[in-house]
């Protein structure tokens, strides 16, 4: 068993280093063919901001050279009408669910964060995004602000070439682990427009590797997620091999749901162990 927060008096216990990345099932409720929660130790779920978000309007998403960009301008129907909805779909499952908090006006995920309790007995933990552009003392802010409105154990999501930068600071505001983390930002063109986006697919994995040896020099002593580009076994046991607790996996699961599966069954004898959690060897 592996503890991604073991600081935290909750914990966030999986039984596999296979996270379905953010959004990769949807809110929990959007399973390819094949594809089942226990294949996971967790899934985050899509980001869900405080006011519904109608999105960006087609085209969102074009193919590059080795991935694609997706820009769905946070399409979301809102916080209280996504807990109303879903919360029976998240009791039912037998997988850890983390809830992704959407940016927004000032004080929006930490407003969203004070209204969970009616659902901490069905959410694991919330994941924050952090920006590109957020400086420290605004990282700080936010996490900590989260912090004192819900005890559930917070992962941070951090832009990959800014990671090493920011993730002391979001330790010390109050994040339990570190998602690396979010691709630098591309532009392709798409029926005659250009989507802006973080770079998805292949591609994104030198990136993850890289803020991933650099984070490993820190010796931070928080549990890290290595996500994006992850689409093989060699790459998941790589970031492991590299420091990573565990790894998220998103486009693999929309174009190979059958090698998501395999993934998930291979990965499993490869478990790590954490502190806060016995094997079963005792």
């Not at 089942?36 to 901001?49: C, K, L, M, N």
């Not at 959407?102 to 901490?120: I, K, S, T």
């Not at 007995?121 to 004192?148: H, K, P, Q």
Request: with cysteine.
């Amino acid at each position: 068993m592996l503890n991604l927060a073991p600081r935290n008096k909750l914990g966030l216990v999986i039984d596999s280093p296979l996270l379905a990345g953010s959004g990769a099932v949807g809110y929990g409720d959007a399973w390819p063919p094949g594809l089942r929660p226990e294949d996971f130790g967790a899934i985050i779920t899509a980001p869900v901001s405080a006011a519904p978000r109608k999105g960006r309007p087609q085209p969102r998403l074009t193919e590059i050279p080795g991935g694609f960009l997706l820009d769905t301008g946070g399409h979301n129907p809102g916080f209280r009408r996504l807990a109303a909805s879903q919360i029976r779909t998240w009791r039912r499952l037998p997988t850890p669910v983390i809830l992704a908090l959407a940016g927004g006006e000032p004080g929006d995920r930490a407003w969203m964060a004070a209204h969970l309790e009616p659902l901490e007995d069905v959410i694991a933990g919330v994941e924050l995004s952090v920006s590109e552009d957020v400086n420290l003392g605004e990282t700080a802010a936010f996490i900590a602000a989260v912090r004192r409105a819900t005890p559930l154990p917070i992962l941070a999501r951090l832009p990959v070439t800014r990671a090493t930068y920011l993730a002391r600071t979001a330790i010390v505001a109050g994040a339990d682990a570190l998602i690396v983390g979010t691709p630098p930002p591309a532009s392709y063109p798409a029926s005659q427009t250009l989507i802006e986006a973080p770079l998805s697919g292949p591609a994104a994995f030198p990136f993850t590797l890289r803020a991933l040896s650099l984070l490993a020099e820190l010796d931070l002593d928080s549990p890290i997620i290595a996500a994006g580009g992850v689409y093989s076994l060699d790459d998941a046991l790589l970031c492991l091999e590299m420091g990573a607790s565990a790894v998220a996996i998103r486009g693999l699961v929309w174009r190979d749901p059958a090698a998501a599966r395999r993934l998930a069954i291979n990965i499993r004898p490869f478990m790590p162990e954490m502190e806060g959690v016995e094997s079963d060897e005792g």
